[in-house]
């Protein structure tokens, strides 16, 4: 056995009770931070009471308020100060100092004093707020403008943190493929340096233009989350020329950056679902115009259809009236000619018929003068008559021929100008008719370029995801994706092996 004098572990923690038992055998007003609370089912409430400089805790000790005092300080306080005691505040309490030989010292709260109400912290979290109110600067945010589509986004965050990973997966391996730009700015998300150092990386965000500015920090203690209820940093947040979402702490924690942002949730996987929720509905727009499009495109091909049907018809119709009446004013005219022609003939026989009638009669007339001369100059005369005789009938053999002549090229010019009158209607229907059909295939030209199945026939395919929607890009692939790819004449169904997207011009998937 160890001869030098020694005591038993309980024997000093027996004489350490008895010394601060003597020593503070009174009660005392103590100013602390409530670090922790946590009120029990029995009726008791354990805290923990501590103290900072330098945003660095300088000391902490237990402490519990028995359950016959529990209500009506509780009570008490809340009633005077308005609001709930909590974790966060300072406050001065009455505590009776105890020494226990299995927990050490904790302090027994008998009394609160409402004098400190809301505590330092709390305090200047009031004063911030009404400052900022006062200024105008709690709405700022809310007057921007996020886009329906916000695509870059810079992030400020400590680049460890675990809630900026469970954003990131959240965000980027959307099994939608939305794409976004992410920029990381690093900045301190605790400690008496976090708001300096957040607002730097939000001066420095600003001054390049993103859609939209994100603050993420994970949960933590009421001391930890504390740089987010200081003035100047909010009063930055307010004044960003892009609309600031911040996501701090857990469902309980509201802070002043919460209040003048242009929005707040409470989770990193939360802010992700906000930005996906945002391109899920722009996508169900697109989805519904699309069918909207697609409807009307085939009530606008049916209407036309049923307009080149109306326009074909009564196109034929008016040809075929057209020809008809062409063929009736031709063949009016035409009888006009022959019953023309055959007046003029008969005009002219009656006017032969009459000069040859008077022919006779003057040749009769002079034969029988002649008669009456002497036999000596009947041959002379008849030599005579002969010749005049045989002159004549030259004469009214060439006057006949001349009028038969002159007959025949009136006809023939009367047949020439029916023949040309017919062919020139005869063209001009058909170059109307050509004129229709050519505007007709115009048309029917347009209507089939429009349509998705001759684009088809060209050799591109249409490619849908496992949720039967249009695939626009490799991104939204995945190995093992059953994907279908339709062609003009049919589809198919096929299972990815390797997608391959390092840059735009070399995207490749092996289907199997």
């Known amino acids: 056995m160890d001869a030098r004098n020694y005591m038993d572990l309980l024997d000093l923690q027996l004489l350490i009770k008895e010394t601060v038992g003597e020593a503070f055998a009174g009660r005392y007003w103590v100013k602390a931070e409530i670090s922790s609370w946590s009120p029990r089912a029995n009726g008791h409430c354990y805290l923990s ?27 008490y306080f809340e009633q005077t100060t308005g609001q709930p005691l909590q974790a966060g505040i300072t406050v001065l309490v009455k505590v009776q100092v105890s020494y226990s030989e299995l927990y050490g010292i904790s302090l027994f709260i008998e009394d609160i004093d409402p004098a400190f109400t809301l505590g330092e912290k709390a305090l200047e979290r009031k004063r911030a707020i009404e400052k900022l109110t006062a200024g105008g600067y709690m709405d700022m945010q809310k007057e921007l403008a996020l ?49 300096s150092s957040i607002m730097a990386a939000l001066l420095d965000a600003g001054q390049k233009h993103y859609d939209a500015i994100l603050i993420l920090r994970g949960g933590g203690s009421e001391l930890d989350l504390a740089c987010f ?27 002043i950056a919460d209040m003048v942002a242009h929005a707040s949730v409470k989770t990193p996987t939360a802010l992700a679902d906000l930005f996906l929720d945002a391109y899920k509905a722009q996508d169900d727009i697109l989805d519904r115009l699309f069918a909207r499009v697609q409807s009307a495109s085939l009530r606008l091909v049916s209407r036309k259809e049923l307009e080149l049907g109306a326009l074909d018809s009564r196109v034929k119709s008016a040809s075929l009236r057209l020809v008809s009446r062409k063929e009736l004013e031709l063949g009016a005219l ?38 009456r001369d002497t036999d000596a100059l009947e041959a002379r005369i008849r030599l005579g008559l002969n010749r005049k005789l045989s002159a004549l009938d030259n004469a009214v053999l060439q006057a006949l021929g001349r009028i038969s002549r002159g007959l025949l090229n009136k006809y023939a010019a009367h047949g020439r100008l029916r023949d040309n009158l017919a062919h020139r209607i005869h063209f001009a229907a058909s170059a109307r008719q050509s004129q229709e059909w050519s505007a007709l295939a115009l048309k029917e030209a347009r209507i089939n370029a429009s349509d998705p199945r001759n684009i088809l026939g060209l050799g591109y395919v249409l490619v849908t995801g496992k949720d039967n929607k249009v695939l626009k890009t490799v991104d939204k692939v995945h190995v093992g994706d059953r994907i279908g790819v339709r062609f003009s004449d049919g589809s198919l169904t096929a299972r990815v092996d390797e997608v391959f997207s390092e840059n735009i011009d070399n995207n490749k998937v092996n289907i199997a």
């Not at 009471?49 to 209500?71: C, D, F, N, T």
């Not at 200081?230 to 509201?254: E, K, Q, W």
């Open 49 to 75: 009471l501590s103290q900072s400089r330098g945003g660095k805790p300088v000391a902490e000790s237990r402490a519990m308020i028995w359950k016959w005092h529990y209500p009506k300080l509780k009570y």
């Open 147 to 195: 886009p329906d589509l916000p695509y870059a986004l810079a992030v400020i965050t400590s680049k460890t943190a675990a809630g900026y990973g469970d954003f990131r997966n959240h965000l980027l391996c959307n099994p939608q493929g939305y794409a976004f730009r992410l920029d990381l700015y690093e900045a301190l998300m605790q400690g008496e340096q976090a708001p």
């Open 334 to 371: 035409d009888s006009r000619v022959k019953s023309a022609s055959l007046r003029l003939v008969s005009r002219k026989e009656l006017e032969l018929k009459t000069l040859d009638t008077r022919v006779q009669r003057a040749v009769q007339l002079r034969l029988g003068a002649l008669l």
């Open 229 to 255: 209820d200081d003035y100047d940093l909010a009063f930055t947040i307010a004044s960003s020329p892009a609309p600031v979402i911040t996501a701090i702490g857990h469902d309980r924690d509201v802070h």
